[in-house]
């Protein structure tokens, strides 16, 4: 089956620590994207993907980092400079511009 | 940056109604979609209504698209319980920066048994 999947689902982390969610596609997409929602609110846009070994920054990309190694995969890292990481963070897919685009399940971050 | 505005942001309807929600958004746009989110999960794909559409269907659901006052409505015509979730508009812009599609901030719909 054809799909979008992230890891943990459920993820927590303690101050000052870097965490990595994981995102894997095997859609052949191009584009790859990572946004953050919060309670009750829309998506935000972090960072995107077009092609292999390019990214873009989104709209709030400070204390967040990706890379595009494989087309397939597209990991998100939450540094210790994101001082408010507590969300649910949201990965997804598509062919390219001007088509669907495909979510992951979504991984819950909490800091503790 | 999110340049959709959903409404209205909450609707509560009873089973067997139907619910209609409305997208707005700001610039010229190749396409407008709409994606359903049930609690706690990822968006899901309904529909794609290109700028040169005005009315699209699929099963229960009916979008509507005029591009003159920059407005797309989502209708879910004899809702169920299971219809409940929050529903999201995202456009593709023309030209520029198209490669990302812009989010509205979506409207809950909670349908009562």
Redesign the interface.
Known sequence: DGGIT?SPKYLFRKEGQNVTLSCEQNLNHD?M?WYRQDP??????IY?S?IVNDF?K??IAEGYSVSREKKESFPLTVTSAQKNPTA?Y?C?SRI???????????T?LTVV | SQQGEEDPQALSIQEGENATMNCSYKTSINNLQWYRQNSGRGLVHLILIRSNEREKHSGRLRVTLDTSKKSSSLLITASRAADTASYFCATDAVGGNNRKLIWGLGTSLAVNP
Not at chain 1, 96 to 106: C, K, L, R, S, V
Request: charged share 15%; hydrophobic share 30%; aromatic share 18%.
């Open positions: 992230q584009a994207y009750g609110q829309g998506l935000r846009l995107y077009q873009q989104g709209d649910f949201l997804a390219g511009p001007n088509t669907e685009a495909f979510f992951g399940q979504g819950r």
